[in-house]
């Protein structure tokens, strides 16, 4: 089954996490978005199934987190009229879709995910629902129902990618073509945004909160954090992330947000320490997280603007995906439902 449009498709989608979007996520994934809504048919979304998978919210709180995981992506640049940008939960045929592919997946396959393994061992066993450990199929069919081209990601989700490129081939194998395999689409420099209390982990909300920067937090929060960061006994100001992991991602955040390579921007540094390494970052994170919290806390004053923006996104969502699992049930053998 082609892609109906010329252009390339795009697929991702994003947690709504608690707060706020994180460097990891926003140099990770976001940024990409923005960038690729350009010259491809791009389909956003906030997956919020995702987050019922483990230390489910309250459902005030899931709603509260939903609307602003979707201003904040409006906020940093997607833009309705060259975009699809929805809600997971608002376009049925992902879960339709997962259920064939989690037919289609072994058990052992499954549990060998390793974001399962490791959010398994953190949690506890009794703790770990089977929804963590279908998830990644979910995230197959959140993909394969758009017959996406390109999923632009960070580096911890190549795995899933790889389950999904398995799936789709399995499917097209099975019950002939019918899936476009899709490539990942994962920028080496921003990849893996490190934690910066501990620079040998990725940032991530759940390795606490002084070492993740949130877009949203005060900006005094952030520059404190920010000159708290671990660094290395040397003073020299130089990218060699395997020796210097901490000086390393702060020189990969500078330059991400001053759009250079990263290869160039130690030299800004020469003859200087990280305290004036620290104080760029800073400026340079502040410099754009100050707008961007203005512009979401407006899209969240006026919700049924925001809601009229999410139903518009659902309806081409549901158009294309509701295709693709009609052809995919047939493909099976299901007897078409009744019209
Ligand atoms: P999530 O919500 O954990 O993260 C969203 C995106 O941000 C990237 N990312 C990072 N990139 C660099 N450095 C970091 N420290 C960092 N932390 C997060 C992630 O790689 C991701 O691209 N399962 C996915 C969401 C998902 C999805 C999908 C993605 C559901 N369905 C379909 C792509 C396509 C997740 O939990 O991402």
Redesign the pocket.
């Known amino acids: 089954m082609p892609t109906s449009a010329q252009r390339p498709r795009v697929?991702?989608?994003?947690?709504p996490?608690a707060g706020s979007f994180h460097l990891?996520?926003f140099?990770?994934?976001v940024r990409q978005w923005v960038t690729l809504q350009e010259g491809n048919d791009a389909f956003y979304c906030v997956?919020d199934l995702?987050a019922l998978t483990l230390n489910p919210p309250t459902p005030a709180e899931l709603r509260e987190r939903t609307r602003v995981s979707a201003a904040q992506l409006l906020a940093a640049g997607l833009d309705p009229e060259r975009c699809t940008l929805f809600l997971q939960s608002h376009v049925p045929a992902h879960t339709r879709l997962s259920w064939v592919m989690e037919c289609l997946t072994g058990f052992g396959e499954a549990s060998r995910m390793t974001q399962f393994k490791d959010k398994s061992a953190r949690s506890g066993a009794d703790r770990v629902t089977v929804g963590l450990l279908t998830y990644p199929i979910l995230?197959v069919a959140?993909?394969l129902v758009y017959q996406a081209n390109y999923?632009p990601?960070?580096?911890?989700?190549r795995q899933?990618l790889e389950l999904t490129r398995n799936l789709a081939q399995r499917f097209n194998t099975t019950y002939g073509d019918t899936f476009v395999v899709p490539e990942p689409y994962i920028l080496s420099g921003?990849?893996?945004?490190?934690d910066l209390q501990d620079p040998t982990a990725?940032?991530?909300k759940s390795l606490g909160d002084a070492g993740t920067i949130n877009l949203l937090d005060d900006p005094a929060v952030t520059v404190k954090k920010i000159r708290r960061a671990v660094t290395d006994t040397e003073t020299e100001v130089r990218y060699d992330p395997k020796a210097k992991p901490g000086v390393s991602n702060l020189l990969t955040i500078y330059a991400a947000f001053a759009g250079r390579p990263v290869a160039e921007v130690d030299q800004d540094f020469a003859g200087q320490g990280y305290g004036a390494l620290k104080a760029a970052v800073a400026d340079a994170v502040v410099a754009f997280a100050e707008p961007y919290a203005k512009r979401t806390k407006d899209l969240l004053d006026d919700p049924a603007e925001l809601d009229r923006l999410l139903a518009r996104g659902a309806r081409r969502a549901n158009e294309v995906a509701d295709e693709s699992v009609r052809v995919a049930y047939d493909r099976v053998g299901l007897v078409p439902p009744p019209t």
């Open positions: 697929l991702s989608g994003i947690q996490t990891g996520n140099l990770g994934a997956v995702h995230q959140d993909i999923v990601v960070g580096e911890d989700q899933h921003t990849a893996k945004i490190l990725k940032m991530s």
